[in-house]
């Protein structure tokens, strides 16, 4: 498995609009049918945001419940749910999906920031704490989202308390606003902070979605891709699709002597369970 790439696709997130690009699925019939797309371009793994009915960001269960069903009914992609879907939700709401629905993994946000200039994305240590024990009670591997060096910190914190079951797996998110650069050198530097046996993968945002890409499966990791991250393919051309960028990481990963991971494979790498059909 030491050649295999994960590729992810974040299909949605929770803020870019169809005004920022007209082709980002919102509905989870239109998720549902892009992560059939996705999976069929190569990709192993779905992060999920859910959207309201006006296209803003939801944690509601009734959309997550929807889509996991109608991508479920297609094909075995590895799903995995956001637990940061909308700034204003409570702790309850952030999480009443992850034992109901039980996807193999989900986001763990390992600290608070300042989000976009503009807000605060708060990780409370008492909600870190209950999401770690919800995801251990329901089967659900923690995805420990690192948006700078402190929440990697954080993390060892909540692995020596049990909370963070090893080996586990990073996903480093470069280029935020209020985060840590998307630059190769914070890559570098961040890749270097992880445990030897711990799994990870890497995005830039916007205009730092390529440099950490191509950087990334030179070091070796596995990689995110999609319209949550970046609307555009290319300087000054939106993206037609996800799987357009699926695609490209597919070709990419094989230039650089490696392939993508199926489903199966990506379940193997990372000790997942199994989907829960």
């Known amino acids: 498995m030491n050649n295999k790439t994960i590729i992810t696709v974040a299909t949605t997130g929770a803020f870019p609009t169809k005004q920022d690009n007209p082709n980002i699925p919102l509905t989870p019939k239109e998720i549902a049918d892009d992560v059939y797309e996705c999976w069929q371009a190569g990709a192993a793994i779905a992060h999920l945001h859910m959207r309201d009915d006006e296209g803003k960001g939801t944690m509601s269960i009734d959309k997550f419940t929807e889509t996991v069903g109608l991508i479920r009914e297609r094909c075995d992609i590895v799903i995995n749910l956001t637990t940061s879907g909308d700034l204003n ?124 890409l191509l950087a990334t499966l030179a070091l070796g990791g596995h990689v995110r891709v999609g319209m949550e991250d970046n609307v555009y393919y290319s300087k000054g051309r939106l993206a037609q699709s996800n799987s357009e960028f699926v695609a490209r990481a597919v070709r990419l990963a094989d230039e650089a002597g490696r392939e993508a991971a199926t489903p199966a494979e990506a379940r193997q790498i990372l000790g997942l369970r199994g989907a829960v059909l």
């Open 89 to 212: 939700a409570t702790d309850e709401t952030r999480m009443m999906h992850v034992p109901a629905l039980k996807p193999e993994l989900a986001s763990y946000d390992c600290g608070s920031m300042n989000w976009a200039h503009s807000g605060l994305f708060i990780n409370h240590p008492k909600f870190l704490e209950k999401l770690g024990q919800v995801m251990i009670d329901s089967g659900v591997k923690p995805e420990i989202e690192i948006f700078d060096a402190g929440m990697f910190y954080n993390s060892l914190y909540y692995i020596k308390k049990n909370l963070i079951k090893t080996p586990a797996y990073y996903q480093l998110v470069l280029g935020a606003a209020g985060g840590t650069a998307a630059t190769v050198e914070n890559l570098v530097y961040l890749k270097n902070l992880l445990p030897a046996e711990a799994h990870w993968s890497a995005f830039g945002i916007g205009r730092g979605h390529m440099p950490i």
